[in-house]
């Protein structure tokens, strides 16, 4: 009996904090419909922050654009990091590797203002696929990079089977896409890999799709945090921050 009281109170734990994080996701989803004209009218070729710094370039997700990044920006911006840039993909429903060869003239841009090659690629979503497979297919093998994804369906997610477009497909379990990003992550021995996940994301299920397991020591999964509050945390600014300090 004593065994069943506890499973039942550990159910209960876990149906509050699902339903704590689908009420706090549901006011982040507001707040990103709200903001997401922004991303239009910001200028991508001005970076922000910092110019003589490490170069960053945050990428976001699917059916979202350069907005997603307001907060996290700032958090980045006020602790000194930069330049910051941002990228607006475009047409939503084009090939991840098509995303990917847009990043790869992004970058080379990059290159020509800062001097360095050595980017920290920040992907929240399908941006972290798109920052993955430029990482690892495209980008020249001398190149220093770093990538962190947030909340990204590395190992594909169920929710993928009603998103629309080439890329929705890609991101589906046991896709195609999936299987060969997955065994291109899997002999990565050159570049550094963050994964952040979290058991409440609503989007990536499994939430462990988010994560490779490959080097725990750059994984970090967190509770009651849905999918789009993800880019609001704190704590997901705290942990990239830490990541990324020389």
């Not at 069943?4 to 699902?18: E, G, M, P, T």
């Not at 307001?70 to 475009?90: A, C, D, S």
């Not at 090659?117 to 220093?144: C, Q, R």
């Not at 704590?235 to 300090?245: D, E, L, M, P």
């Amino acid at each position: 009996m004593l065994h069943l009281n506890k499973s039942v109170y550990q159910i209960a734990l876990r149906s509050a904090s699902w339903i704590r994080s689908l009420t706090v996701e549901g006011f982040a989803l507001a707040l990103t419909l709200t903001l997401r004209p922004l991303g239009y009218f910001t200028d991508q070729s001005r970076p922000d922050g910092f110019l003589g710094g490490r170069p960053i370039l945050m990428v976001h997700g699917y059916l979202h654009d350069s907005s997603a990044w307001i907060f996290l920006k700032r958090h980045l911006r006020r602790l000194g990091f930069g330049p910051i840039y941002t990228v607006n993909l475009g047409y939503p429903f084009h090939s991840i590797c098509n995303y990917a060869e847009s990043i790869a003239k992004k970058a080379e841009v990059i290159q020509e203002q800062t001097g360095r090659n050595d980017l920290v690629l920040i992907g929240h979503s399908m941006g972290g696929l798109v920052n993955a497979w430029y990482a690892t297919k495209i980008a020249s093998f001398e190149k220093p990079l770093s990538v962190i994804t947030i909340g990204s369906p590395l190992a594909g997610t169920h929710m993928a089977n009603i998103a629309l477009g080439e890329n929705g497909k890609q991101m589906r379990r046991g896709s195609s896409f999936v299987d060969a990003l997955q065994q291109e992550l899997s002999k990565n021995k050159k570049i550094p890999f963050y994964h952040i996940a979290s058991r409440s994301d609503q989007i990536i299920l499994p939430y462990s799709s988010a994560l490779t397991g490959l080097h725990p020591e750059r994984e970090y999964v967190l509770e009651n945090v849905g999918h789009m509050s993800l880019l609001m945390s704190p704590r997901v600014a705290n942990k990239i921050s830490a990541w990324i300090t020389p």
